[in-house]
Nanobody, 120 residues
Framework: QVQLAESGGGSVQAGGSLSLSCAAS????????MGWFRQAPGKERERVAT???????TYADSVKGRFTISQDNPKNTLTLQMDSLKPEDTAMYYC??????????????WGQGTQVTVSS
C-alpha cells in the first residue's frame, strides 16, 4: 500500500525559506511522477512542481526561480525547497504521486498535507 507523509510546514515571514519533505513508502513503480500541490482557502488546488523517474522537473510560473523540487531515491524522499516566500504562497501543501512518468494521468496517491503560512 502506497503511503505519502509530508512534513516541514510552518510559519515564516515573507522573504524567508521553508523545506517540505515527503516520505514515500510502498511505492514500487519504476516509472512515476511525484509532485507538490497546494490549496489555499477558497481557491482551487494548484500544481506547484513535479519530478519524474528521469529527473525531469516542472514548476508553476508563480514559483519558478523560488522553489526547487528534488528527490532522494534511496531514501524515497521528495523535497520542496521554498525560498523568497510570499504571503500568496500560504496554503496547505500536498505531496502526490502517479505512475505516469509524463505527469498527465490523475495523481492517485496523496499525502494528508502540511500547512505553510507566510506573513507579510
Amino acid at each position: 500500500q502506497v503511503q505519502l507523509a509530508e512534513s516541514g510546514g510552518g510559519s515564516v515571514q515573507a522573504g524567508g525559506s521553508l523545506s517540505l519533505s515527503c516520505a514515500a513508502s510502498g511505492y514500487t513503480y519504476t516509472r512515476y511522477c511525484m509532485g507538490w500541490f497546494r490549496q489555499a482557502p477558497g481557491k482551487e488546488r494548484e500544481r506547484v512542481a513535479t519530478i519524474n523517474n528521469y529527473g525531469w522537473t516542472t514548476y508553476a510560473d508563480s514559483v519558478k526561480g523560488r522553489f526547487t523540487i528534488s528527490q532522494d531515491n534511496p531514501k524515497n524522499t521528495l523535497t520542496l525547497q521554498m525560498d523568497s516566500l510570499k504571503p500568496e504562497d500560504t496554503a496547505m501543501y500536498y505531496c502526490a504521486a502517479t505512475n505516469d512518468a509524463y505527469c498527465r494521468s490523475p495523481f492517485n496517491y496523496w499525502g494528508q498535507g502540511t500547512q505553510v503560512t507566510v506573513s507579510s
